[in-house]
């Protein structure tokens, strides 16, 4: 199947901070990428809809100001946690549609991000 | 989108088939069954999808029923490796999918 990358695979970092994550398909392009975030002991939560070259699309309660989504290439979504906070502190996977109408999403290994 | 009833756990003994059960009763004409798996803190994997028909691949193979109502994955060897949360999500193609509580198998030796 095709591969998704994510980087870093595990981030600490001080409150009021930004962190970035970014989200690579590495052999397939995608139009559409998809963020999502998991808490302990849950499933996992979408959190928006990448499109390349166009804003992204965020889901009710996720804020848009501090969670920033770019979409620049078809191989490439970056997610920015601006201001961190602890309660911000979960597990951040990213998912790729890969162009074309094709049914199937590929997931990134997922970041582990520590607000301290 | 169609609502997915997983059992929240199942055992299965190493070697064995592993038959998971989804029910998805509500689903409608233009949307897939795809089962995804998640080995604890890695991202989901994904095993197969189907529409209508029965499906195989390398890893597993996917009965739906004629009605379309309910499905079973099937992973005809199980190993302890498969030990993992596998979601049953019903969504239209393209869409983004939408997880559940998932059953978490637990292979024995």
């Known amino acids: 199947g095709a591969v998704v990358s994510q980087h870093p695979s595990r981030v600490i970092c001080k409150s009021g901070t930004s962190v970035k994550i970014e989200c690579r398909s590495l052999?397939?392009?995608?139009?559409?990428m998809f963020w999502y975030r998991q808490f302990p002991k849950q499933s996992l939560m979408l959190m928006a809809t990448?499109?390349?070259?166009?804003?992204?699309?965020?889901e009710q309660g996720v804020e848009k100001d501090k969670f920033l989504i770019n979409h620049a290439s078809l191989t490439l979504s970056t997610l920015t946690v601006t201001s961190a906070h602890p309660e911000d502190s979960s597990f951040y996977i990213c998912?790729?549609?890969?162009?074309?109408?094709?049914?199937?999403?590929?997931f990134g290994p997922g970041t582990r991000l520590l607000v301290l | 989108d169609a609502k997915t009833t997983q059992p929240p756990s199942m055992d299965c003994a190493e070697g064995r088939a592993a038959n998971l059960p989804c029910n998805h009763s509500?689903?409608?004409?233009?949307?897939?069954v795809y089962w995804y798996r998640q080995i604890h803190s890695q991202g989901p994997q994904y095993i197969i999808h189907?529409?209508?028909n029965n499906e195989t691949n390398e890893m597993a193979s996917l009965i739906i029923t004629e009605d379309r109502k309910s499905s079973t994955l099937i992973l005809p060897h199980a190993t302890l490796r498969d030990t993992a949360v596998y979601y049953c999500?019903?969504?239209?193609?393209?869409?983004?999918?939408?997880f559940g509580k998932g059953t978490s198998l637990l292979v024995t030796p």
């Open positions: 999500i019903v969504r239209g193609a393209g869409y983004a999918l939408n």
């Open positions: 998912s790729a549609r890969v162009s074309g109408g094709a049914e199937t999403q590929y």
């Open positions: 189907g529409l209508k």
């Open positions: 509500t689903i409608s004409g233009n949307e897939y």
């Open positions: 052999d397939f392009q995608a139009t559409t």
């Open positions: 990448s499109n390349e070259g166009s804003k992204a699309t965020y």
